[in-house]
C-alpha cells in the first residue's frame, strides 16, 4: 500500500507544472536511477582497486589522472558555449544553425586535441614520471606507457563527450548519464576478472582498462544518436563555419577561465599532497572525498537539466518560471544539507564498512569534506542561474581571484599541522567567496536590477 501511495506521488509530482518543468523533472527521475548505478559502482572500485594495486600504487593512479586532466583546459570552453549557444538555436527553431554549431565545435575541438596528443607524444619520453609523481615503487618506463594510454583515451573520450554538451542542451541529461553506468558496469566486470585470474597488479593494464571503455561506450552512442533521433544535428565538414567560432568562444571564452579555476582546485590538489605528503595521503584524501561527493553528485542530477532550461527561460523572457524554479531548489539545498550533517556523524562507521582498516580517514578530513559540500549545494543553483543566463563577467575576476591565492594558501595549510585536511580547507575558503556575490547578482538579473558588471 505504502509502495503504491509512493508511485502516485511520484507520478503527480512529475506530470504537473510547466511543460519546462515536466521535461526537467522527467529526466531528473531517469539520472537518479541511471546515476545510482555510477554511485553505488563508484564506490565499489575503491575497496577493489586497493586490493588490486595498494594503498600507494592508488594514490599514483589518482594522481597521474589529476595531472592528465589539467589538458582539459584545451578545450577553451567551447563545450560550454557550444551548450547555451545550441539551446538558444533549438528555443528560437533554428535547427540548421544548431547543427552548424554542433559541426563547428566538433571540427575546433579535433583539430586542437589532435595538436595535443601530438605534443605529448613528443616530450612525455622527456619526462621523469617517478619524480612527477614522488614515488620509486613503479617503473619510470612503466609510467611513461600508462601516460601515453591514459591521455591518448582521454583526450578521444574530451571529443566524443560533446555529444553529451548537445544532450543536456537539449535538456535530455538521462539520455547522456546512461553512458557512464554502462561503460562502469563493464569495467567492473573486467576488474573483477583481473583480481580473480592476474596473479600480479598491473597500472598499465588498470590504466588501459579504466580509460579505453568509456572512450568506447561514447563512440557507439554517437554513432547511433547521430543516425538516429539526432540525424538533423549530426556533424558535418560542409557545414564547418568558423566564423560561427567567434560566437562559441565568445562565450565560451568566459567558461574557459572558469573551468581553468576549477582545474586548479581540483586536479591540483593531489599534486600538491603526493609531493608534500605522499602518494598514500592522496588515497586519504580521495576516499574521504569520494564519500563527501555524493551528495554532490545527487545534486548535480538535480542540477544539471537546470542550466539549459533557464537559457531557454532567459531567452523566452519567463521570468515567472525562473522564479519559482530558484526557490524550490534552494529549498532542495536546505535538504541536503541536513543529509551532508547525518552523513558527517555517520562517517566513521561507512569507512570501516567501506574500506575497512585498509585506510584511517581522521575526523578532521570528514569535517573538512562535509563544508566543502554544504558550500558546494548551497550556492549550486546560483551558479547553474548564471551559467544559463550567460552574465560571468563578475565570476571571471573573482575567480582570477580565487586561482592566485588557491596554491599558496593550500601549500600552506597542507605543511602545518592540518595536513591533508588543509588541502580541502583551503578549497572550501576559495569556494566560500561565491556567497560575497553569486546569490545578489542572480537576484538582481531575476528582478531587472542588475547594471554594469551584475548585468554582463
Known sequence: ???????????????????????????????????????????????????????????????????????????????????????????????????????????????????????????????????????????????????????????????????????????????YNSFMP?????????????????????????GFVLSSVPAFVLLIMSFILFNGRYKKYRPSLKLVNLKLSHDLMSLGRKFFIIQISAIVLFMTSNIIIIQLLGAQDVTIYNIAYKYFSLPIMVYAIVMTPIWSAVTEAYVKKDVGWLKSTLKRLNLASGVFVIGIFVMLLASELVYDLWVGDRVTIPFKLSLSMAFFAIINVVLSPFTQFLNGFGKLKLTIIVVVIQTSLFIPLAVLLVRSSLGVSGMILAICIINAMGFLYVPWQTFKILNNTAKGIWNQ
Open 1 to 175: 500500500m505504502m509502495l503504491v501511495k509512493i508511485l502516485n506521488f511520484l507520478v503527480n509530482l512529475v506530470s504537473k507544472g510547466h511543460e519546462r518543468s515536466i521535461r526537467a523533472k522527467k529526466h531528473i527521475l531517469y539520472s537518479f536511477g541511471l546515476q545510482g548505478v555510477t554511485i553505488i559502482v563508484g564506490f565499489v572500485y575503491v575497496p577493489l582497486l586497493l586490493d588490486y594495486l595498494d594503498t600507494e600504487r592508488y594514490g599514483i593512479w589518482l594522481t597521474l589522472t589529476s595531472i592528465l586532466g589539467w589538458f582539459e583546459f584545451f578545450n577553451v570552453g567551447l563545450g560550454s558555449g557550444l551548450r547555451n549557444k545550441f539551446a538558444e538555436a533549438v528555443a528560437l527553431g533554428k535547427h540548421e544553425l544548431a547543427r552548424i554549431y554542433v559541426s563547428t565545435t566538433y571540427a575546433i575541438v579535433s583539430i586542437i586535441f589532435a595538436s595535443v596528443i601530438l605534443i605529448f607524444y613528443l616530450i612525455n619520453p622527456l619526462l621523469n614520471w617517478d619524480d612527477i609523481l614522488n614515488t620509486t615503487i613503479v617503473p619510470a618506463q612503466e609510467l611513461s606507457i600508462l601516460a601515453l594510454i591514459v591521455f591518448s583515451f582521454f583526450s578521444l573520450r574530451f571529443i566524443l563527450k560533446l555529444l553529451g554538451v548537445i544532450l543536456i542542451a537539449d535538456q535530455r541529461p538521462a539520455v
Open 182 to 206: 554502462i561503460g562502469n558496469v563493464i569495467t567492473l566486470i573486467i576488474i573483477l576478472l583481473l583480481i580473480k585470474f592476474s596473479e600480479s597488479s598491473s597500472l598499465v593494464v588498470l
